[in-house]
């Protein structure tokens, strides 16, 4: 008995010393080969260099870090980390040790010491039910692209989805059962402008979370109309098998949120950069980060796209249901949709007409009614099931739609997102000019549209300076800064439209005879139709305009409304111009009335490099100005 | 000058962003749903871009509602709920992505045979408008044992 009791306790002395020993000859190596230095090590815990030349970890939750200075020191957090695995599992919970909490660390260590390292294999059950559940054969990074009458949408929103097939297009129809990895922010607040205060500042926790794919599609896809892109990677089973782990590991952190900076696509890059270091995606983003440059990085990377595919929106669904009309269906479904009614449907009808115009009755229903079918609105819901009812009394299979992959529509085929302008010009007033702008987003119609959503314009923090050397005026003005300026517009076409607007709030330097050169505050909307004829938009506008300034009358401000008419002509990705013309009286104002028009065209040269010239005419002046601008 | 701008500023970033606060939860169904019509949600929001998302549930916290790995047919039914709209449409034309992904849940590696006898059956999984997932989901298994539909 005592015996067995001193055998027992030489025994686990041994195990000890033997865990001992192992553990301090991993550590030894670790130390020798500088794996602390590792970029991959870095990366596992997002260190970022300081100004002050160490590192910071990005992660903002204690309980991602072994050492209790791990988030800026990657030597101690190193041999922390190596010391947790080697630690025996006390946790009633073996979840919670440390092996199962941080198993990308653990697969960097095996891979970089080998045999040297071989602390205990724990069964982590939490993290194995994970890793099954993501098992993928390859992995995509998923873009969606712009939601119609949404300009601002077209920043879009990246994510990741694991893809349990090799992507092809005999598997698009499973990737409903795929697994996808999103990150963004929660937000604690019901406040509005809280909410905003803190989007910005970073107030709230960004979260990664892995959720089934088909949320995003019935969300994106389906509830918004928005295509989805998938762009295939890449990459090696062990680098998804550590991406997988990787994803594990962040739940048990959080980062803190910013809009423009660390959101959604930087923690996407950041994912990659795990897996292989070498392509430094997060470092080489600019400091602010618009979705759809991720995909303008990863396209450059060589080797690591291996295919594009897309998943069409509702709306492109619908178009291309109601392409396979023809002359009498269209007829019969135009009187079907009015109020949705089956008995509408022309009854001497083949079977195939039949089901094509009920086909398209019900895309056009989800696609008008989005909203209503989705909170299970009494009467769309009723007119939905007698549709659906008529449908599946046809004993006969729709076919599937054959819509093909937009190949000029590629998102990552766009210009960059920012830019910026250099030029000269000349006015009556002023005489001549230089200019200087600078444009965080996104794109205008004069833009190359190449994926771009056509119907917009989109710009955000556009600043304009102008030097003029003349001595009757002021040397170097702001002269405009357009916090947003969008025109959204819906072409008037059969059962497609919608309102088509614009809308513009900034502060604009009015080079009018009301007020010379003042910076005035000024907001501007506008409403009316547009119209598409192959490469030529036009749009006709009703627009209000209100500025303030102390400069345009006593009573410091002016209001006032006019028509605006703009004819877009874009033959050519590389080449577009427009003519321009408005007409606005005024009230509160001095000057009671003011026109302008114009043209304006761009040439892009090269790639990502254009050439713009202006020419308008305004009331008592008159301005042509050349600028090279240039898209980063 | 300034004051108005700062307002201006502050208006308009509160309501782009103001679109999709709301309690948290899986997909679509809990998106609250903010008046489209206001014009600043149009000028600036983008509902679930993002920039402005909240539809985060840990991995780790209470999402087992959500979740495709649950047992027996809880995965199917979680997958009817959030697909509901488009797996209706499905069966009534017999064929698409949403019916051959949950037929292959049901373990059938071809949806042509299981979408007739699914079409053939609309009104039965489908009696009213307000059927629960559950519900369908018994109903169509019940039809694929019966009509061994799935190949």
């Known amino acids: ?632 | 000058m300034k004051k108005v701008f700062m307002t201006l500023f502050v208006l308009l970033s509160s309501s782009a962003f103001a679109a999709s606060y709301g309690p948290q939860g899986c997909g679509l169904g809990s998106i609250v749903f903010t008046d489209n019509s206001s014009l600043v949600d149009q000028v600036l929001g983008a509902t679930t871009n993002g920039l402005s998302g909240n539809q985060t549930f840990g991995m780790t916290s209470g999402t087992s509602n959500c979740e495709l790995d649950g047992a027996g047919g809880q995965a199917q039914a979680v997958f009817i709920k959030a697909n509901r709209v488009s797996l209706a449409n499905d069966i009534a034309r017999g064929n698409g992505d949403t019916l051959a992904s949950l037929s292959r849940m049901y373990g059938c590696s071809n949806h042509t045979a299981i979408g007739s006898s699914l079409q053939a059956n609309y009104e039965v999984i489908f009696p009213s408008e307000r059927v629960s997932a559950y519900e369908i989901q018994s109903k169509i298994s019940n039809i694929i044992a019966t009509e061994k539909a799935c190949i």
């Open chain 1, 1 to 632: 008995m005592i015996r067995g009791f001193f055998l027992f306790i030489f025994l686990f002395h041994a195990i000890v010393q033997i865990s001992h020993a192992s553990q301090e000859k991993a550590l030894a190596k670790a130390l020798k080969l500088e794996l602390y230095k590792d970029k991959q090590w870095h990366n596992l815990l997002h260190y970022r260099p300081t100004l002050l030349g160490g590192v910071k970890s990005q992660a903002d939750g204690q309980a991602f870090f072994n050492d209790p200075a791990g988030s800026s020191d990657p030597q101690a957090e190193l041999i922390a980390t190596i010391r947790a695995f080697y630690q025996s599992p006390v946790h009633k919970n073996i979840n919670r040790h440390p092996s199962c909490r941080f198993p990308a660390r653990l697969l960097f260590f095996k891979r970089k010491l080998g045999t040297d390292f071989n602390p205990q294999e724990l069964n982590c059950e939490g993290f194995f039910k994970f890793r099954k559940k993501m098992a993928a054969a390859s992995l995509s990074l998923v873009f969606s692209s712009y939601y119609l009458n949404r300009p601002a949408s077209a920043f879009g929103h990246t994510l990741l989805r694991f893809n349990k097939n090799k992507a092809n297009e005999k598997t698009r129809a499973y990737e409903l059962l795929d697994y996808s990895v999103n990150y963004s922010a929660t937000i604690t607040t019901n406040n509005a402008l809280l909410y905003a205060i803190g989007g910005f500042a970073g107030w709230y926790n960004g979260e990664y979370a892995a959720i089934p794919y088909f949320y995003k599609i019935r969300e994106y896809n389906d509830y918004e109309s928005r295509d989805l892109w998938s762009y295939e990677l890449n990459l090696t089973a062990p680098e998804i098998e550590i991406i997988i782990a990787h994803v594990w590991e962040m739940s048990s952190t959080y980062f803190k949120y910013f809009y423009f900076t660390e959101n959604c696509s930087y923690h996407m890059l950041a994912l990659l950069d795990v897996a292989r270091p070498a392509w430094n995606l997060q470092e080489r983003m600019a400091y602010l980060i618009i979705p759809v440059d991720t995909l303008h990085v990863v396209a450059k990377t060589p080797g690591l796209v291996k295919s594009i595919s897309f998943r069409p929106s509702q709306r492109r669904k619908l178009k291309a249901r109601l392409a396979t009309l023809n002359k009498t269906e269209t007829h019969s479904f135009l009187k079907f949709i009015e109020n949705f009614e089956t008995d509408k449907v022309d009854h001497q009808l083949s079977d195939q007409s039949k089901i094509k115009i009920l086909d398209a009755g019900i895309d056009y229903l989800d696609f008008v009614y989005a909203k209503e079918v989705l909170s299970e609105k009494t009467q769309q819901l009723g007119w939905k099931r007698k549709i659906l009812i008529a449908r599946s009394k046809i004993p006969k299979k729709s076919i599937d739609l054959n819509i093909q992959l937009p190949k000029n529509e590629f998102p990552h085929l766009g210009h960059y997102t920012r830019r910026i302008g250099l030029g000269a010009g000349r006015t009556k007033q002023l005489q001549e000019f230089y200019s200087f702008q600078y444009r965080f987003a996104l794109h205008d119609f004069l833009d190359p549209p190449n994926g771009q959503n056509p119907d917009a314009r989109m710009e955000m923090g556009d600043f304009r300076f102008r030097y003029s050397p003349n001595k009757l005026s002021k040397k170097f003005v702001l002269e405009e800064f357009a916090f947003v300026d969008v025109v959204s517009l819906s072409p008037l076409q059969r059962l497609f439209s919608d309102m088509s607007w614009r809308a513009y709030f900034g502060a604009k330097s009015l080079n009018d005879t009301s007020c010379n050169e003042c910076l005035a505050p000024l907001a501007q909307l506008g409403s009316g139709f547009s119209q598409r004829f192959s490469f030529i938009h036009y749009y006709l506008f009703l627009t209000s305009d209100f500025a303030l300034s102390k400069r345009l009358g006593h009573r410091g401000m002016r209001l006032g409304l006019g028509p605006e008419l703009a004819i877009l002509v874009s033959p050519r990705n590389d080449f577009n111009f427009k003519i321009f013309a408005d007409y606005k009286v005024f009230t509160l104002s001095r000057v009671k009335k003011l026109y302008t028009y114009g043209t304006e065209w761009r040439w892009q040269y090269i790639k990502n490099n254009s050439f713009n010239i202006l020419y308008a005419k305004k009331n008592h002046d008159w301005e042509w100005s050349s600028a090279f601008y240039y898209y980063f």
